[in-house]
């Protein structure tokens, strides 16, 4: 009888070690020590603490009503769009061009001492003047327009990539750290049920005052380590509900549970996701951008150096009315040195222009094949802690086994569970950072756009 009292809590406790729930238990009361966390929606808590790999949290993209909503109201997209009307408003001052008439009148008297027109008259002398603009200058004039449009227009799209990308590596985080907190919940849960069938044997006296003590002090370490790890997933949802309220009222943070395929390494050949990050990359926009007004500025400063001139119109009077002037005014002015050291300046931003297009290539490239590779590995990682959280639960609840026939002490037991929790932490990790990887690449090569659209078959 004292052999079946001992077996019996320990054997339910295998059951449940050995059991994979389909989806997560309802949430369980809140320790008093964490009463201040009550606040926070509640963490799904599984039976035990050795939940199968396939019952692990899956990592999901944000809902795409959301991305839109909150892309609508982010204040740096709304800085970018308003510089984005004064590039345009620069862009149609300059096709205008700042060639403006002049209006000049001069009014003078004139007087005469020796006859026989001695006498005092009024005069006076109207001007009505504009510089021409050349057509060499007109047409440098609008290739700045456009490259300021151009311009303003990748830095809209670096913004909204920046700020996608932020956005996703929050989203991960915060999803991240409250599947930790259900792991280490759920290990605490185990912990206080085993150390209560215990302090009931302690009771009976078939269990002893050491075994009780490990127990009691594993699970008062398990219960530190979920409140730590609910503090962390608590600061992450409030710093979410800080800068993106939006998501962080998304329920549980389940985001769009149809985003699996845009959390995977893209399936393309070397040259194709070359090619396609080159075009969607924002930052390569920007300095193609910044390239293409630099050659509008080269090319206005060496329309420059052919002076606009200045053609004029004149009405006059003298003597009183008695004559009468009419004619034409033309000004040229005489380029010198510092007309040609301006074309060379703007000669010289460019060459460093196309320079700064090859690094920012470079760069990009460089990031991408980081993230593929990265993402690529984790991936591999997260397979194989699977595996090895599986082999890790088999023997986590052999060694319950042999501690409830009395085959193995409740610390080799005790080292399985701590051993099987820490498994499953690095394969939450590894899957959270497989997905965050895949979907940073996506971005970047413009398989993952705001909408969360399912990328094309080609590229899965």
């Known amino acids: 009888m004292t052999r079946l009292a001992r077996f019996l809590p320990a054997a339910a406790c295998l059951a449940a070690a050995l059991a994979v729930p389909a989806v997560p238990a309802a949430p369980v009361q809140v320790p008093a020590q964490a009463a201040s966390a009550a606040a926070q929606p509640p963490l799904p808590a599984p039976s035990d603490s050795a939940a199968g790999a396939a019952s692990l949290p899956q990592p999901t993209l944000p809902r795409a009503a959301l991305l839109r909503e909150l892309l609508a109201r982010s204040p740096a997209l ?6 984005q009307g004064a590039a345009a408003a620069q862009g149609d001052a300059l096709r205008a061009g700042s060639q403006e008439f002049t209006a000049q009148a001069q009014l003078q008297q004139r007087n005469v001492d020796e006859p026989p027109d001695n006498g005092r008259y009024d005069e006076w002398q ?3 003047s504009r510089p021409l603009r050349l057509p060499s200058q007109a047409r440098a004039d609008a290739s700045l327009a456009g490259a300021l449009g151009q311009s303003s227009q990748a830095a809209l799209q670096v913004a909204r990539r920046g700020l996608q990308e932020q956005l996703l590596q929050a989203w991960f985080d915060a999803q991240l750290a409250r599947a930790d907190a259900a792991s280490a919940l759920a290990h605490a849960q185990l912990l206080r049920s085993q150390a209560e069938a ?6 009976l006296g078939d269990a002893s005052r050491l075994e009780f003590d490990q127990i009691d002090a594993e699970q008062a370490r398990a219960e530190s380590a ?5 503090g962390r997933a608590d600061s992450l949802l409030a710093a979410l509900q800080a800068r993106w309220p939006l998501l962080a009222a998304d329920p549980l943070l389940r985001g769009d ?7 995977r390494v893209p399936r393309l050949d070397d040259a194709a996701l070359r090619q396609r990050l080159l075009e969607h990359s924002a930052l390569m926009a920007q300095a193609r951008g910044a390239l293409r007004q630099a050659q509008a500025l080269a090319d206005q400063a060496s329309a420059a150096r052919t002076p606009q001139p200045t053609l004029g119109a004149y009405l006059g009077s003298e003597r009183g009315g008695r004559e009468r002037i009419v004619g034409l005014q033309l000004q040229v002015p005489f380029g010198g040195a510092a007309r040609q050291a301006r074309e060379r300046s703007a000669l010289a931003e460019l060459d460093a222009a196309q320079w700064r297009l090859h690094e920012v290539q470079a760069q990009v490239l460089q990031r991408a094949e980081e993230l593929r590779v ?3 590995a984790q991936a591999d990682a997260a397979h194989a802690l699977r595996l090895a959280l599986q082999r890790q639960q088999l023997a986590a609840a052999r060694t319950l086994r042999a501690w409830s026939l009395g085959e193995a002490g409740i610390e080799q037991w005790l080292l399985a569970q701590r051993n099987l929790l820490d498994v499953q932490r690095q394969a939450l ?18 398989l993952l756009e705001t909408g969360v659209a399912a990328p094309p078959a080609a590229a899965r």
């Open 78 to 83: 709304a800085e970018a769009r308003a510089l």
């Open 126 to 128: 109207l001007l009505l």
């Open 198 to 203: 215990v302090r009931k044997r302690l009771a």
């Open 226 to 230: 979920w409140l730590l790890a609910r």
């Open 257 to 263: 549970p149809d985003s699996a395929p845009s959390l």
């Open 374 to 376: 990265q993402a690529a």
């Open 429 to 446: 990790q590894a899957r959270f950072d497989a997905a965050r990887s895949a979907a940073l690449l996506r971005l970047q090569a413009g």
